[in-house]
């Protein structure tokens, strides 16, 4: 019968599989995937956005607030991307910190496999728990192709994010089971979609990025591009914005993040009085966009001298401000994370029947 120190269940726990097996413990890490590492694998636009040079406790959410300061501090961003170079893997730094692979997802998962190879962790692939009892400190793990019995379980399966990769509440169950306290969970940078008058209005415009500023009633605001989509609204900035949004609240648009419409408005009706506001801004947004904005009222159909400051001052605020109620998000099937209503609780460790 084999014979393991620790089994961890889930490809979210790669990482602490490696690290357990250097360090001398016998593991097997189970599956329900054919290979593991495909959320990896659709990261980052199959790049993989694998850390940020910016990573602190402040950019993360959690019902406490100091859960994850030991984390962070005993293992730090510098840490992995030490580990990165140390495989070899070329990188490019994005907007805000953001780290990708020059290449593709596949070389991180590449290098945790290989990484999991130099503690010589066992895989046990398409095998899915079915249950899991405690008896002193001991675990019982039943599975479809039998039973192992291990002193420690680390349950690492992560969140309800796409179900379509295998997905599943299984580490809600498990904390259940053994008395910690599960939280609502909700879907989390996720693209948001919109009612219907809305949405008709703009469904010309899928396909169109635009950078902005965009901030939540809570007035937590991210200033990074927006993608209009057939569905709604998506991009970095409202993937970000959606772990800060609640159901019914209204969202802020600044669409000239970079710029002053006052000022930009005087100088250009200064040189060209007779020039249309729809073409003078089509200088700093797409022309599709300003023709939608056109539609929506949020634009009038007239010239630069024809603008009176009452006029002016309405436009500011279309623009810089435009609020938008979302009718909800797409849910945990496009999702990338499953946070409680208002943060992060996602992996559950359980070690010799602590909790």
């Known amino acids: 019968m084999e014979s393991f120190d620790v089994v961890i269940v889930g490809a979210a726990g790669l990482f602490c599989a490696a ?35 910016y990573a602190e406790p402040a950019a993360y959410l ?29 990188y490019h730094e994005k907007t805000l910190g953001q780290l990708f692979c020059d290449d593709s997802a596949q070389q991180i998962v ?10 010589n962790v066992q895989f046990r692939l398409r095998s899915e728990l079915q249950s899991i009892a405690q008896t002193g400190t001991r675990f019982t793990l ?9 002193p420690q379980v680390v349950i690492a399966s992560g969140g309800l994010s796409m179900p379509g990769l295998g997905a599943s509440p ?5 904390a259940q089971q053994f008395g910690l306290n599960v939280l609502p969970t909700r879907a ?49 900035a409202i993937l970000q914005l959606s772990s800060y949004w609640l159901p019914g609240e209204v969202i802020t648009i600044n669409l000239l993040p970079q710029h002053d419409l006052n ?14 506001l729809k073409n003078t801004l089509a200088l700093w947004l797409p022309k599709r966009l300003v023709e939608c904005l056109q539609i929506l009222g949020l634009v009038p159909e007239l010239t630069l001298k024809q603008l009176q400051n009452p006029q002016i001052a309405a436009l500011t605020e279309n623009l810089h401000a435009w609020q938008v109620q979302p009718n909800g998000t797409e849910g945990y099937r496009t999702a990338e994370v499953t946070p409680r209503r208002r943060g992060y609780a996602r992996v559950i460790v359980k070690n010799h029947g602590s909790q």
């Open 19 to 53: 690290q357990a097996g250097q360090r001398g413990l016998r593991v097997l890490l189970v599956d329900n995937g054919k290979k593991p590492g495909r959320k990896i694998l659709m990261s980052g636009g199959s790049r993989c956005n694998f850390t940020n040079m």
């Open 62 to 90: 959690s019902h406490n607030p100091h859960f994850c300061k030991s984390a962070l501090a005993r293992y730090t961003q510098w840490d992995f991307i030490d580990l990165v170079n140390r495989h070899g893997i070329a």
């Open 110 to 119: 590449d290098m945790l496999m290989r990484e999991c190879e130099l503690g």
């Open 142 to 150: 039943t599975f479809a192709n039998g039973t192992l019995t291990v």
């Open 170 to 174: 299984l580490g809600y169950q498990v």
């Open 188 to 236: 989390a940078l996720a693209p948001f979609t919109l009612h219907k008058p809305l949405l008709e209005q703009i469904h010309t415009l899928s396909g169109v990025s635009v950078p902005v500023a965009v901030t939540a009633k809570n007035g937590v605001s991210f200033k990074e591009s927006l993608l209009f989509t057939h569905h709604g609204l998506s991009g970095p």
């Open 263 to 276: 000022a930009l408005l005087a100088e250009q009706r200064a040189a060209h009085p007779n020039q249309s």
